[in-house]
Nanobody, 124 residues
Framework: QVQLVESGGGLVQAGGSLRLSCAASGRTFSSYAMGWFRQAPGKEREFVAGINWNGGSTYYADSVKGRFTISRDNAKNTVYLQMNSLKPEDTAVYYC?????????????????WGQGTQVTVPS
């Protein structure tokens, strides 16, 4: 069992930055690939970024490529999402998730554990 707790969300003006954190507890954090997803009102949950078990491989949705960076610190059992050049369309609840797959996967059904989410709001 893995427990995930996100933090770092908030309200930021367009063009600004936020860094989300996801602290994991439970079984060995480094056994899991991690992902960030987001869900806006009335929309399906979508993949944002993923990172493999040791941080050596990352993958991004086209909509965030070049603006967002995912990273992890296995010594701190934490995964991060640095979000720069934020846009109003980035407004959503952001979730971190863990998968027993050690490689990056992008479908929500492939993830085994989820955090409770943190709201990111970028006013237009």
């Amino acid at each position: 069992q893995v427990q995930l707790v996100e933090s770092g969300g908030g309200l930021v003006q367009a063009g600004g930055s936020l860094r989300l954190s996801c602290a994991a507890s439970g079984r060995t954090f480094s056994s899991y690939a991690m992902g960030w997803f987001r869900q806006a009102p009335g929309k399906e949950r979508e993949f944002v970024a993923g990172i493999n078990w040791n941080g050596g491989s990352t993958y991004y949705a086209d909509s965030v490529k070049g603006r967002f960076t995912i990273s992890r610190d296995n010594a701190k059992n934490t995964v991060y999402l640095q979000m720069n050049s934020l846009k109003p369309e980035d407004t959503a609840v952001y979730y971190c998730a863990a998968t027993i797959n050690v490689v990056v996967v992008i479908h929500p059904d492939d993830y085994d554990y989820w955090g409770q989410g943190t709201q990111v709001t970028v006013p237009s």
